[in-house]
């Protein structure tokens, strides 16, 4: 029988007011690993780690975003555009779960918010990042053509427009789309995520960001080769900036590796996280 997709549920509180949805799986004795999912998505996202062979020896924490699944969802634009609301949300979970020192794993916008907590918090009591389809800067020529496609369609007023692009770009995610089951499932979670979302997070700027990447001594880049939302160059130029950093690129995958190939990935993570 297969594991629940869920865990042990918790609430996170943030400095204005919402309330986050965070969850543990695995094992509470195992290496600490932050799961922070990217735009649209949520928690669930991660269901090929929470109930893999990761968590028979890591110790997983998942929440949603703010304006993700289960978690408060304001309808303000600028709830979601200050940096500053993002890596407070982030060090409020890793608070609230009672992480001592984890590995923290960003996808797509989730790198974005780890970089902003970063630049606020420090990388001190980490044992490492692993950024994955990474943001590293909202910047138009590093970002692939499916996210510069979709950007304008998903913050659409018109409900058919936004309904339409909500499902391309959920494809774009995948070389091969996931199982019916999967893909049902994914489609209701990023359907639930407000309009002031997408509007927001382009506003998100990236002061302080390459100075954040530069210093975090464990590092670890993820990109699949054929992600059509952000380039090789997004997660090659931390390479640049941090000796230290590491890209393992995935043949075949596209913008959700951790997913499309995830017995690598977890073996992988599994291993950052260890040393």
């Given at each position: 029988?297969p ?27 195992g ?7 990217g ?13 893999g ?21 304001p ?101 091969t ?13 990023n ?20 100075a ?44 959700a ?19």
């Open positions: 029988m594991r629940s997709l869920t865990g042990e549920r918790f609430s996170v509180a943030t400095l204005d007011g919402l309330e986050l949805a965070a969850e543990h799986h695995g094992d509470r004795a290496p600490e690993i932050l799961l922070v999912h735009l649209g998505q949520s928690r669930l996202s991660w269901s090929r780690q929470t109930q062979v990761l968590a028979e020896t890591c110790h997983l924490v998942t929440y949603d975003l703010r304006g993700h699944g289960d978690s408060s969802k309808a303000s634009v600028d709830a979601y555009a200050d940096p500053a609301l993002w890596a407070a949300d982030l060090a409020a979970v890793i608070e609230a779960a009672g992480l001592r020192r984890p590995t923290l794993v960003g996808w797509s916008l989730g790198a974005l918010v780890t970089g902003h907590y970063l630049t606020r918090y420090g990388h001190g009591h980490l044992a490492g990042v692993n950024l994955v389809g990474a943001v590293t800067q909202l910047a138009f020529e590093l970002l692939g053509p499916s996210a510069l496609a979709h950007a304008e369609p998903l913050a659409s007023p018109d409900l058919a427009t936004r309904s339409d692009a909500i499902a391309s770009f959920l494809a774009s995610c995948f070389s789309l996931p199982p019916e089951g999967d893909f049902r499932r994914m489609l209701v979670f359907g639930m995520v407000p309009r002031e979302v997408q509007q927001g997070v382009v506003r998100i700027g990236h002061e302080g960001l390459d954040a990447w530069a210093a975090v001594p464990r590092l670890l880049a993820t990109w699949g080769d054929e992600d059509q939302h952000v380039r090789r160059e997004m997660s090659s130029r931390i390479l640049e900036m941090n000796p230290d950093a590491r890209l393992s690129v995935y043949r075949g995958a596209a913008h590796p951790f997913y499309e190939c995830p017995e690598r990935f977890n073996r992988e993570l599994a291993a950052f996280a260890a040393a």
